[in-house]
């Protein structure tokens, strides 16, 4: 009998739970058409804000097309037409002409008044055009803003595409005035230091886009051809070029090294010209500032200083980051690249003033890619007397010869030299 009644108690509570169940999946269903019909409601509350936010905006149209519209026949009001236009004017004679002296213009006080005016205006160009345009168009301006001295001018070089164009100009065309260029600059840094002072030369810029990596890589090239041994290091972590220069692979460079991966010599390859060797970048870290501000970073350059008569870093520009800052406080010299008609006299004050801050020796200023016409950036290349020596076109073919200037000493630097460095 207990079974029995065990057993209709077991199935009286299945049914309620079954009966639970459906009421549950009920409610579920209820609770998911109520949900739909609460996200259409949010569709429709938000079209319907839509719509009242656009008709705001037309009220606010109509409203300010009403105030116009009023100000419009507020305005007409005050104006008085005459209808009769027929009607006799009131016109009086004051005073009867008299014969004598006739009038004419007065053609000095005109052309006073006009030179004056013309002056005026001519003073105010010039100053909104020195407002609006900031650029450095020539040496003595350059000079004169930044109390650098000149180390030399680049022309542009013509006819090159390719990075390892331009960067390799000195080693491709040696007869060239772009060559003959950077061995004046070449020139300069030596005379501009003392032998032996200048272990590591900094090559930067204010911005982007103004030759330094050009330079670095002539220069470096110029250097070598001396007799000397050099070391391009490539320290742009943010755009490094000097591995597209020299066509060299950029799987492993100096950030190989100073993660203890290679050795430096593993790293090193040799340039196109005896006794230059290339340091690029390798793949590009997350830290660049971090690791060039490192003391593994100072201890390689000493070692570095020890195997090379001279290492020339390439950084990044001195504007957008501070990695040229960083390097510049390394550095034993810096040398300043201005692209002509780009570089700014702002951009080029504050690299200068930035760059003596972190205790930088600032050589000079090359200026790069200058235009080849006359009387813009001085005598070197603008003078047309200078090809008669023989550097000829940037074809390597020679011009006219004449006998070049001898020093007045065996040891004694050319006289454009000296310019240059003073």
């Known amino acids: 009998m207990s079974e029995d009644l065990a057993a209709e108690e077991k199935k009286a509570a299945e049914a309620y739970l079954a009966e639970l169940e459906a009421k549950l ?3 579920g269903q209820r609770e998911e058409k109520i949900r739909e019909y609460l996200n ?12 009242a936010a656009g ?3 037309i009220e606010s149209d109509i409203k300010r097309l009403e105030r116009s519209v009023d100000d419009l026949s507020a305005r007409l009001k005050d104006i008085k037409i005459t209808e009769d236009v027929d009607r006799s004017m009131n016109i009086q004679v004051v005073q009867h002409a008299k014969p004598g002296r006739l009038v004419e213009p007065d053609l000095a006080s005109i052309m006073f008044r006009a ?3 013309g002056l005026v205006a001519g003073v105010g160009l010039a100053l909104l055009r020195e407002f609006t345009d900031q650029r450095l168009r020539s040496a003595d301006e350059i000079k004169s803003a930044l109390g650098l001295p000149i180390l030399g001018v680049v022309p542009h070089i013509t006819g090159a595409k390719t990075p390892s164009q331009r960067g390799q100009a000195l080693h491709n065309d040696p007869m060239s005035d772009v060559a003959e260029a950077y061995r004046t600059i070449r020139t300069a840094v030596y005379f501009g230091v003392p032998a032996g002072s200048v272990k590591t030369l900094l090559v930067t810029s204010p911005a982007p886009g103004d030759g330094k990596t050009t330079l670095a890589s002539n220069l470096a090239i110029a250097m070598a051809q001396a007799g000397n041994r050099i070391l391009l290091l490539d320290a742009d972590f943010r755009k490094p070029m000097q591995h597209r220069v020299f066509e060299i692979e950029q799987k492993q460079g100096l950030s190989n090294v100073l993660a203890g991966e290679i050795t430096i010599e593993q790293a090193i390859h040799h340039g196109p010209v005896s006794g230059l060797d290339i340091l690029p970048c390798g793949p590009t870290p997350a830290n660049p500032s971090e690791i060039l501000n490192s003391q593994m970073f100072a201890d390689l350059l000493d070692e570095l200083a020890e195997k090379y008569d001279l290492i020339l870093l390439d950084s990044p520009p001195v504007m957008p980051v501070t990695d040229a800052r960083i390097l510049a ?4 010299a810096t040398v300043l690249a201005l692209r002509a008609e780009k570089s700014t006299r702002k951009g080029s004050i504050y690299s200068r003033d ?3 801050s972190v205790g930088s020796r600032l050589l000079g200023v090359v200026v790069n890619d200058v235009p080849r016409r006359k009387g813009v950036y001085g005598y070197y290349y603008t ?3 200078y090809y008669t020596y023989g550097y000829g076109n940037n074809r390597g073919k020679s011009g006219p010869q004449k006998p070049l200037p001898k020093p007045t000493s065996p040891t004694a630097p050319p006289a454009e030299v000296k310019q240059l460095v003073s």
């Open 115 to 117: 030179l004056a005016a």
């Open 329 to 332: 406080a390394s550095a034993d």
């Open 55 to 57: 008709g705001l905006l």
């Open 40 to 51: 259409q409601q949010q569709s429709e509350v938000l079209k319907l804000n839509t719509v």
């Open 383 to 385: 003078d047309a007397q």
């Open 25 to 27: 999946n009920a409610a």
């Open 354 to 356: 930035v760059l003596r």
